[in-house]
C-alpha cells in the first residue's frame, strides 16, 4: 500500500527536470531583476538616509560593513568551494538523487566551517575591543551586527548548497524578498528615530531571513544531500579542504589589488582634487561593468557540472558560448557608456569633473579586457585550477599596481586604466588560457578565433560611439536616456546575426522560439535561423 510520501516521490520523480541552460536563465534574469531593484532603491534610500542620520553615521556604517567584509576572509575560502563540490558530484552520478556521495561531503565542509567559527569569534571580539575611542556612541549596534555575523557565518553554507544545485530561481525570489523586507525596516525604523541602530538591524534581519530561508529550502526541497549527523573528518581531509580554500581566499585578497588602488595612487601623487573627476567619469562604466559577471557566476555550478562527465567538444562549445554572452552584454555596456558619458557627467555633476574622452575610452577597454579575464578565471576554477588562478591574480595586483603607479607618474590619471590593461594581458589572461587550452585540448587559436566576428564589429560600433562622445553633449536626463537607448540599439542590430550564429546561438534559439510560440500562433523569422 502506497504512502502519501511514496506518491509526493513518483509525483516529483515524474515532474521534467530543468535543462541546465533554463536553470542558468532563471538565475541570469532573476539576478539582473534583484540589481534593478536594489539600483533604483538605492537612488532613493541613500539621499534619505544621509538626510534622517547624516553623512558622518552613514560613512561610519560603511566602513564598518567594510570589517565584515573583511572578516568573512576568516573562512579561507571553504565555503567558496561548495557549489563546485556539489556540482562534480551531481556531475559524476547524473543528478542530485543518484549522488549518494554528497551527505559525506557536506557534512565533512560543514565541520570545516565549524572548526573555523572559534577562530571568527576570536577575530570579531579583537575587532570589536579595538574599535576607535570616537565610534564608542556606536558601539552597541556594530556589536550586534558582529554578534549576527558570528551566528550566521557557519550558516552561509546552505546558500552555498543552492548555488551548487542551480536552484537559481529560489534563491533569486529570495534575495528580492528579503532585500524588500530589510529595507523596509530600515524606513520604518529610521523614521521612529532609531537612527544607526536602524541600519544595524537592516542589516541582521537580511542575515538572518537569508540564512533561514536557505536552510528552509534545503531541508524541504533537498532532504537527501544533508547528513542527519555530521561525519568525522580526518586530520588529512581537514588540511584538504583548508589547503584548496586556501587559494581561493588568496584570489579574493588579490581583488582589491586589482581594482581599489586606483584612487589611492591618483590621490597620492596628484592630490585629492585629482581623484573627484576622475571618479566621476568612472562612475557610469563602474556600475554597468558590474552587470555582465552575474553571468560567469550563475553559470560556474553548470559548467562544472559539465566537467565530469560530458565530452571535450561539449565542454567547448559551453566555454565558447559563455564568454559570448559575456562579451556581448559587455559590448554593449561598453558602447552605452563611451556615447553616454560626458552628457551623464555633465548632467550629473558639471562639465568641469568630466576627465575627458581619453580616459572614458581606455577605462571601457579596461572593463572589456577584465570582463574577458573573468570568463577566463570562472572557467579555469570549474577545472579546479584554484592555484594557477591565485598565483596569476597576485602577480595580475602587483603589476596592475606597479605599473598604475608608474603610467600615472608619467601621464596623470589615465594611466590607472593602463596599468589595470597591462596587469590582466600580462599575467591572469595568459595563464589561465593556456590552462584551458590544456584542459579541453584545444590550441590558443581554436579558443580566440570565436570571438574575431564580435570583435571587429565591436570596434566599428565603438569609434561611432566615441564619435557620438566628442560631437554631442545632451547634459539632461532626457538627452541621456535618448543617446543611450540609440547606442543599444546600434549595437544589438550590428551583433544580432553574429550572436545568432555563434555557439551563444545553439543555447539561446531554442528559449527564443518557446518564447515567440508562447506570444505569437506561428513564427516565420524564427524558423528561418533554425
Given at each position: 500500500m502506497k504512502t502519501i510520501d511514496d506518491e509526493k516521490q513518483n509525483a516529483g520523480a515524474q515532474a521534467p527536470k530543468p535543462s541546465r541552460t533554463s536553470r542558468f536563465l532563471h538565475g541570469?534574469?532573476?539576478?539582473?531583476?534583484?540589481?534593478?531593484?536594489?539600483?533604483?532603491?538605492?537612488?532613493?534610500l541613500t539621499p534619505f538616509l544621509l538626510h534622517r542620520i547624516g553623512q558622518h553615521d552613514y560613512g561610519l556604517w560603511l566602513v564598518g560593513t567594510q570589517v565584515l567584509m573583511y572578516l568573512g576572509l576568516l573562512d579561507i575560502g571553504v565555503v567558496g568551494l561548495v557549489p563546485r563540490e556539489i556540482a562534480y558530484a551531481t556531475g559524476r552520478s547524473g543528478g542530485v538523487e543518484s549522488a549518494t556521495d554528497l551527505p559525506l561531503m557536506l557534512?565533512?565542509?560543514?565541520?570545516?566551517?565549524?572548526?573555523?567559527?572559534?577562530?571568527?569569534?576570536?577575530?570579531?571580539?579583537?575587532?570589536?575591543?579595538?574599535?576607535?575611542?570616537?565610534?564608542?556612541?556606536?558601539?552597541?549596534?556594530?556589536?550586534?551586527?558582529?554578534?549576527?555575523?558570528?551566528?550566521?557565518?557557519?550558516?552561509?553554507?546552505?546558500?552555498?548548497i543552492l548555488q551548487g544545485l542551480q536552484d537559481f530561481r529560489f534563491v533569486g525570489q529570495a534575495q528580492i524578498l528579503i532585500w524588500i523586507v530589510s529595507t523596509t525596516s530600515i524606513v520604518i525604523l529610521v523614521l521612529k528615530g532609531f537612527?544607526?541602530?536602524?541600519?544595524?538591524?537592516?542589516?541582521?534581519?537580511?542575515?538572518?531571513?537569508?540564512?533561514?530561508?536557505?536552510?528552509?529550502?534545503?531541508?524541504?526541497?533537498?532532504?537527501?544531500?544533508?547528513?542527519?549527523?555530521?561525519?568525522?573528518?580526518?586530520?588529512?581531509?581537514?588540511?584538504r579542504y583548508l589547503g584548496r580554500g586556501f587559494w581561493i581566499s588568496l584570489s579574493q585578497i588579490a581583488a582589491p589589488l586589482m581594482g581599489g588602488t586606483d584612487l589611492l595612487i591618483i590621490g597620492r601623487l596628484y592630490g585629492p582634487s585629482a581623484v573627484?573627476?576622475?571618479?566621476?567619469?568612472?562612475?557610469?562604466?563602474?556600475?554597468?561593468?558590474?552587470?555582465?559577471?552575474?553571468?560567469?557566476?550563475?553559470?560556474s555550478p553548470g559548467l562544472s557540472e559539465l566537467k565530469t562527465g560530458a565530452p571535450r567538444e561539449r565542454i567547448s562549445g559551453a566555454i565558447t558560448a559563455l564568454t559570448q554572452a559575456m562579451l556581448m552584454f559587455s559590448g554593449?555596456?561598453?558602447?552605452?557608456?563611451l556615447a553616454v558619458n560626458r552628457s551623464f557627467v555633465t548632467w550629473w555633476v558639471g562639465p568641469s569633473l568630466y576627465g575627458g574622452a581619453t580616459l572614458t575610452v581606455l577605462i571601457v577597454i579596461e572593463m572589456l579586457v577584465r570582463h574577458w579575464r573573468t570568463t577566463v578565471v570562472y572557467s579555469a576554477f570549474c577545472f579546479g585550477y584554484e592555484r594557477r588562478i591565485s598565483i596569476s591574480s597576485l602577480l595580475d595586483g602587483v603589476v596592475t599596481v606597479s605599473s598604475a603607479l608608474l603610467f600615472v607618474w608619467w601621464w596623470g590619471?589615465?594611466?590607472?586604466?593602463?596599468?589595470?590593461?597591462l596587469g590582466a594581458c600580462a599575467t591572469t589572461l595568459p595563464a589561465n588560457l593556456y590552462a584551458l587550452k590544456r584542459e579541453i585540448g584545444a590550441s590558443l587559436a581554436t579558443l580566440i578565433k570565436p570571438l574575431w566576428p564580435w570583435f571587429w564589429r565591436l570596434s566599428i560600433v565603438l569609434t561611432g560611439a566615441l564619435a557620438v562622445n566628442l560631437r554631442l553633449r545632451w547634459p539632461n536626463f532626457l538627452g541621456v536616456a535618448i543617446l543611450a537607448s540609440a547606442a543599444g540599439l546600434v549595437y544589438v542590430a550590428v551583433m544580432f546575426q553574429t550572436g545568432r550564429d555563434s555557439a551563444l546561438g545553439t543555447y539561446l534559439r531554442p528559449r527564443l522560439m518557446a518564447i515567440w510560440k508562447r506570444f505569437f500562433v506561428s513564427a516565420p523569422l524564427l524558423d528561418d535561423v533554425q
Amino acid at each position: 500500500m502506497k504512502t502519501i510520501d511514496d506518491e509526493k516521490q513518483n509525483a516529483g520523480a515524474q515532474a521534467p527536470k530543468p535543462s541546465r541552460t533554463s536553470r542558468f536563465l532563471h538565475g541570469v534574469w532573476l539576478g539582473y531583476a534583484n540589481q534593478a531593484l536594489m539600483l533604483l532603491g538605492g537612488l532613493w534610500l541613500t539621499p534619505f538616509l544621509l538626510h534622517r542620520i547624516g553623512q558622518h553615521d552613514y560613512g561610519l556604517w560603511l566602513v564598518g560593513t567594510q570589517v565584515l567584509m573583511y572578516l568573512g576572509l576568516l573562512d579561507i575560502g571553504v565555503v567558496g568551494l561548495v557549489p563546485r563540490e556539489i556540482a562534480y558530484a551531481t556531475g559524476r552520478s547524473g543528478g542530485v538523487e543518484s549522488a549518494t556521495d554528497l551527505p559525506l561531503m557536506l557534512g565533512q565542509a560543514a565541520r570545516v566551517v565549524l572548526y573555523q567559527t572559534p577562530v571568527v569569534i576570536l577575530a570579531v571580539s579583537v575587532a570589536w575591543f579595538l574599535l576607535p575611542a570616537s565610534w564608542q556612541g556606536f558601539r552597541g549596534a556594530i556589536g550586534l551586527t558582529m554578534a549576527a555575523f558570528v551566528v550566521t557565518f557557519p550558516l552561509r553554507i546552505f546558500h552555498a548548497i543552492l548555488q551548487g544545485l542551480q536552484d537559481f530561481r529560489f534563491v533569486g525570489q529570495a534575495q528580492i524578498l528579503i532585500w524588500i523586507v530589510s529595507t523596509t525596516s530600515i524606513v520604518i525604523l529610521v523614521l521612529k528615530g532609531f537612527g544607526f541602530y536602524a541600519l544595524a538591524i537592516g542589516w541582521v534581519v537580511t542575515e538572518l531571513l537569508s540564512a533561514a530561508s536557505a536552510i528552509y529550502r534545503v531541508r524541504s526541497r533537498f532532504p537527501t544531500v544533508w547528513p542527519h549527523r555530521l561525519p568525522p573528518l580526518p586530520l588529512s581531509g581537514l588540511f584538504r579542504y583548508l589547503g584548496r580554500g586556501f587559494w581561493i581566499s588568496l584570489s579574493q585578497i588579490a581583488a582589491p589589488l586589482m581594482g581599489g588602488t586606483d584612487l589611492l595612487i591618483i590621490g597620492r601623487l596628484y592630490g585629492p582634487s585629482a581623484v573627484v573627476p576622475y571618479s566621476c567619469t568612472r562612475k557610469l562604466i563602474q556600475v554597468l561593468q558590474n552587470q555582465p559577471n552575474l553571468v560567469m557566476q550563475v553559470a560556474s555550478p553548470g559548467l562544472s557540472e559539465l566537467k565530469t562527465g560530458a565530452p571535450r567538444e561539449r565542454i567547448s562549445g559551453a566555454i565558447t558560448a559563455l564568454t559570448q554572452a559575456m562579451l556581448m552584454f559587455s559590448g554593449l555596456v561598453a558602447c552605452v557608456a563611451l556615447a553616454v558619458n560626458r552628457s551623464f557627467v555633465t548632467w550629473w555633476v558639471g562639465p568641469s569633473l568630466y576627465g575627458g574622452a581619453t580616459l572614458t575610452v581606455l577605462i571601457v577597454i579596461e572593463m572589456l579586457v577584465r570582463h574577458w579575464r573573468t570568463t577566463v578565471v570562472y572557467s579555469a576554477f570549474c577545472f579546479g585550477y584554484e592555484r594557477r588562478i591565485s598565483i596569476s591574480s597576485l602577480l595580475d595586483g602587483v603589476v596592475t599596481v606597479s605599473s598604475a603607479l608608474l603610467f600615472v607618474w608619467w601621464w596623470g590619471p589615465v594611466g590607472a586604466p593602463l596599468g589595470s590593461i597591462l596587469g590582466a594581458c600580462a599575467t591572469t589572461l595568459p595563464a589561465n588560457l593556456y590552462a584551458l587550452k590544456r584542459e579541453i585540448g584545444a590550441s590558443l587559436a581554436t579558443l580566440i578565433k570565436p570571438l574575431w566576428p564580435w570583435f571587429w564589429r565591436l570596434s566599428i560600433v565603438l569609434t561611432g560611439a566615441l564619435a557620438v562622445n566628442l560631437r554631442l553633449r545632451w547634459p539632461n536626463f532626457l538627452g541621456v536616456a535618448i543617446l543611450a537607448s540609440a547606442a543599444g540599439l546600434v549595437y544589438v542590430a550590428v551583433m544580432f546575426q553574429t550572436g545568432r550564429d555563434s555557439a551563444l546561438g545553439t543555447y539561446l534559439r531554442p528559449r527564443l522560439m518557446a518564447i515567440w510560440k508562447r506570444f505569437f500562433v506561428s513564427a516565420p523569422l524564427l524558423d528561418d535561423v533554425q
